[in-house]
């Protein structure tokens, strides 16, 4: 255990005079290469934890054409099929290949309730939180379901206009609501401040 303690500090003193001494481009590409190997290492070792699939899937050939003729290097011809001769038509969803990579994420939460868990920022997922019911469920349709006023409309049997004003109002209650934050965040040069949160706040308050 000590003699692999000293070789990963020689190591990790090594890189770090390489860093120091880098000067030209071919130096900093041979520190890129260094710290590349490290973190191939490091999340290989982080590998033997996690239950999942292998990054180097099965390949089924699988492809909405199947006119297209393509051939493996060696001369054979590839087999391509189309949606639903050999598979269901589901399972090249790619919330689908989520969950057999073993992400589930983007499966348990994709319902009106639970979308703002899969917010990153919490300034905006709280908002979304916090919205009613119907306001949820029209802006997670449009937002995340790419759905028209009038598909969303033909689904709750509502009118699209009606449909509009709801989403309209989820809207403004989250802007009223992380407009506040934003505009502390940039008095205080928040380390979280972005370019989008700036022009937000430049549009919000030209528009109230």
């Known amino acids: 255990m000590e003699r692999k303690n000293l070789v990963s500090n020689i190591r990790r ?14 130096d900093f590409n041979t520190v890129i290469d260094m710290w590349n190997h490290l973190d191939e290492n490091r999340e290989r070792k982080e590998r033997y934890h996690e239950v999942q699939r292998s990054e180097n899937g099965l390949v089924l050939n ?3 054409e199947r006119s297209r003729v393509s051939y493996y290097p060696d001369g054979t011809q590839k ?5 639903g001769m050999i598979f269901p038509t589901p399972f090249p ?13 983007s499966f348990i939460f994709d319902n ?19 919205l009613s019911k119907k306001q949820a469920d029209v802006l997670f349709l449009s937002a995340v ?7 969303i409309a033909c689904y709750h049997d509502k009118t699209d206009r009606a449909v509009r004003k709801l989403y309209s109002a989820a809207l403004k209650s989250i ?27 430049e549009w919000y308050y030209k528009n109230r």
């Not at 087999?79 to 949606?83: A, C, E, P, Q």
């Open 62 to 64: 699988y492809a909405a």
């Open 145 to 151: 379901r790419h759905c028209t006023p009038q598909h």
């Open 13 to 26: 003193e090594a890189l770090a005079r390489v860093e120091e001494a880098a000067r030209s481009v071919e």
């Open 175 to 201: 802007r009223n609501k992380i407009a506040p934050i934003i505009r502390e965040q940039m008095e205080s040069e928040h380390p979280q401040m972005t370019i989008n949160k700036r022009k937000f706040i």
């Open 79 to 83: 087999h391509i099929y189309s949606d």
């Open 112 to 130: 009106a309730e639970e979308m703002w868990q899969l917010i990153e920022d919490c300034d905006i997922a709280l908002p979304v939180k916090t």
């Open 93 to 105: 969803h790619p919330s689908w290949r989520e969950v057999m990579r073993g992400d589930f994420l």
